[in-house]
């Protein structure tokens, strides 16, 4: 399974943009890149992916890098809401059936 | 819609004991999932069904791990027994259907420790 390398932690100020990096070197052609975030005493949520052209959604936006071996999830304004861990996952197959499969993620702390 | 419903949201048993965790998916979605979150760690799959069958359990602890998804539905989760390493929060996850690029949606969660 191809594996991602991202910074154990990050800090922001709250109204400021984040963009929270991830490696990912080894990436299939099929691979598709997957962001979920983890809130504190909460299950993982969705946040966004993308296969090779970059993608936005009201959460966040999603910039993959042209060789695919990077991305980078933007946080457009950062609130306190968002202090959470973030995990940059590619998703790929098992025997037919997709999967994730989670590093430790990134934790993001965000002050006032 | 309703989210994926675990239950119970925490549980303390010794070493040795028995203990089961239920979770009742999206109406509709297909696919289940049981994750293990040591703490500090990122989630790790244990368990995949597909509608009632089992698609992947390689990282399963089949000696004394087991799930059963009946009817396609709801799904158990048991440990038996349970020893100190298994003290982990056990998530549950269901995606709508295989085949798809669409996000999984997970339930809060099942916090056991075991002492």
């Known amino acids: 399974d191809a594996k991602t390398t991202q910074p154990n932690s990050m800090e922001s100020n709250e109204e400021e943009p984040v963009h929270l990096p991830c490696n990912h070197s080894?990436?299939?052609?099929?691979?598709?890149i997957h962001w979920y975030r983890q809130l504190p005493s909460q299950g993982p949520e969705y946040v966004i992916h993308?296969?090779?052209s970059n993608v936005n959604n009201r959460m966040a936006s999603l910039a993959i890098a042209e060789d695919r071996k990077s991305s980078t999830l933007i946080l457009h304004r950062a609130t306190l809401r968002d202090a959470a861990v973030y995990y940059c996952?590619?998703?790929?197959?098992?025997?037919?059936?997709?999967?994730?499969?989670f590093g430790a993620g990134t934790r993001l702390a965000v002050h006032p | 819609e309703a989210g994926v419903a675990q239950s119970p949201r925490y549980k303390i048993i010794e070493k040795r004991q028995s203990v089961a965790f239920w979770c009742n998916p999206i109406s509709g979605h297909a696919t289940l999932y049981w994750y293990q979150q040591i703490l500090g760690q990122g989630p790790k799959l244990l368990i995949q069904?597909?509608?009632?069958?089992?698609?992947?359990d390689s990282q399963l602890p089949k000696d004394r791990f087991s799930a059963e998804r009946l009817k396609g539905v709801d799904s158990t989760l048991k440990i038996q027994p349970a020893k100190l390493e298994d003290s982990a929060v056990y998530l549950c996850?269901?995606?709508?259907?295989?085949?798809?690029?669409?996000?999984?949606?997970f339930g809060p969660g099942t916090r056991l420790t075991v002492l």
């Open positions: 080894t990436i299939s052609g099929t691979d598709y």
């Open positions: 996850a269901s995606r709508r259907l295989a085949g798809e690029e669409n996000e999984q949606f």
């Open positions: 069904f597909q509608n009632n069958g089992v698609v992947d």
């Open positions: 993308g296969l090779t």
């Open positions: 996952i590619l998703r790929g197959f098992s025997g037919g059936y997709n999967k994730l499969i």
